[in-house]
């Protein structure tokens, strides 16, 4: 149902955001936010990875990642976010 909450997000390796103008928004998705240098972790100058989101969301704040841990984990760096659902019954 499209009032449903849902956040898609990863590694799209979606250089020129061509995905969200072909793929998500015809799908419903709004971006979560904007281009973010997310690759490669040690010196991040492409937005390779992204959230979606479809539904009663908003997004109270998004960045990325700067701790020092993440590079082990990750040649990307982590988007984080904080998100509200605007639905009172969800």
């Given at each position: 149902?499209?009032?449903?909450?849902?956040?898609i997000?990863?590694?799209?390796?979606?250089?020129?955001?061509?995905?969200?103008?072909?793929?998500?928004?015809?799908?419903?998705?709004?971006?979560?936010h904007?281009?973010?240098?997310?690759?490669?972790?040690?010196?991040?100058?492409?937005?390779?990875?992204?959230?979606?989101?479809?539904?009663?969301?908003?997004?109270?704040?998004?960045?990325?990642?700067?701790?020092?841990?993440?590079?082990?984990?990750?040649?990307?760096?982590?988007?984080?976010?904080?998100?509200?659902?605007?639905?009172?019954?969800?």
């Amino acid at each position: 149902h499209v009032d449903t909450p849902v956040i898609i997000g990863g590694d799209f390796n979606d250089i020129w955001w061509s995905l969200d103008a072909r793929v998500m928004r015809p799908a419903g998705y709004w971006a979560a936010h904007g281009p973010m240098g997310t690759f490669p972790a040690r010196l991040p100058v492409r937005s390779l990875d992204a959230f979606y989101c479809r539904g009663p969301l908003s997004v109270e704040a998004a960045f990325v990642g700067r701790i020092r841990t993440a590079l082990y984990a990750s040649d990307h760096r982590p988007v984080i976010m904080d998100l509200h659902c605007d639905d009172p019954i969800l």
